[in-house]
């Protein structure tokens, strides 16, 4: 696989799931605002099993992360639904993207 073709991967089931992504230089996180209450990161991990520094391969897995953001304070049982619902939808996300299995190959 590419990393093309992950990135429209990454794209595509985030948008599934009612997500915006953006690009980083290691990887790809959900858009954030202040309504947001879950941050999704994807990263590119290195395999050093399959990685191959003699021949100048390298192999790099995909990743997600989460974390709960903006839950301070007093909140109406609304906005604890509403947070619920959002980071369900985050995990879901994130657990599909790592049962996937995407990795892809770089050389150097």
């Not at 089931?13 to 959900?30: D, N, S, V």
């Not at 099993?49 to 390298?58: E, F, P, T, V």
Request: aromatic share 10%; with cysteine.
């Amino acid at each position: 696989m590419t990393k093309k073709e992950i990135a429209e991967i990454i794209k595509s089931k985030a948008a599934e799931y009612g997500f915006e992504i953006q690009r980083y230089p290691m990887g790809w996180a959900t858009c954030q605002s202040n309504k947001s209450y879950v941050r999704i990161d994807i990263n590119e991990m290195e395999n050093e099993d399959n990685s191959d520094w003699d021949a100048h391969r390298i192999w790099l897995d995909i990743k997600a992360e989460g974390s709960a953001c903006k839950m301070g304070g007093r909140n109406t049982p609304e906005e604890l639904l509403k947070a619920a619902e959002e980071i369900t939808k985050g995990a879901k996300f994130a657990a599909k993207i790592n049962s996937m299995g995407l990795s892809y190959e770089r050389t150097f």
